[in-house]
């Protein structure tokens, strides 16, 4: 499922250029070189390079490529926004490249479809949160002016012992 292959890199939903090869049926460094042969087609907001914190995310979490020394990439992938991939269209001309674009482009829009309607329910969540909290303080307030009412007063406490200065004789 494309849907899976899309990740959030620095606030920003890419495919990995090892994924796209893979979906287009091309090497990753045939993708990477037409890339590289246009790169006028292919800002920063389509394509970017990721760095050494970004793999190691990715590294982490999903299981790419080895460490350095031990085999996999000798530099950091390419990423690619939704833009970046419709781009890809215009450099892999293949009929299956254009296919497998329009596929990947409605891929990306249904992803933010769903996040559309998260952004609602996070909102509904806060304002619930917030009203619950305005709640708890209310009755916290009320609690405390009950229980201010149900506590008995002290009673005064009895003396034991003879009262100082009652006439005795030395108690002066």
Not at 11 to 29: F, H, I, Q
Not at 39 to 53: G, I, K, S, T, Y
Not at 114 to 137: H, S
């Amino acid at each position: 499922m494309i849907q899976r292959k899309i990740y959030l890199i620095r606030d920003k939903k890419v495919m990995l250029d090892t994924d796209l090869a893979k979906l287009y049926a091309v090497e990753t460094s045939h993708l990477n070189r037409a890339v590289k042969r246009n790169m006028e087609r292919f800002p920063e907001d389509f394509m970017f390079q990721l760095n050494a914190e970004d793999v190691e995310v990715l590294r982490c979490q999903f299981g790419i490529s080895k460490r350095k020394g031990r085999g996999g990439r000798r530099y950091f992938p390419f990423v690619f926004t939704e833009h970046g991939v419709a781009m890809l269209s215009s450099v892999l001309k293949s009929k299956k490249a254009i296919q497998l674009n329009v596929l990947i482009v409605r891929a990306f829009i249904s992803l933010r479809e769903m996040m559309a309607g998260r952004e609602d329910l996070v909102n509904r969540m806060e304002a619930l949160e917030r009203e619950q909290k305005a709640q708890g303080e209310t009755l916290q307030g009320l609690y405390d002016y009950v229980t201010s009412y149900l506590v008995e007063p002290e009673k005064p406490r009895r003396k034991y012992g003879f009262p100082q200065n009652a006439g005795f004789p030395g108690a002066e």
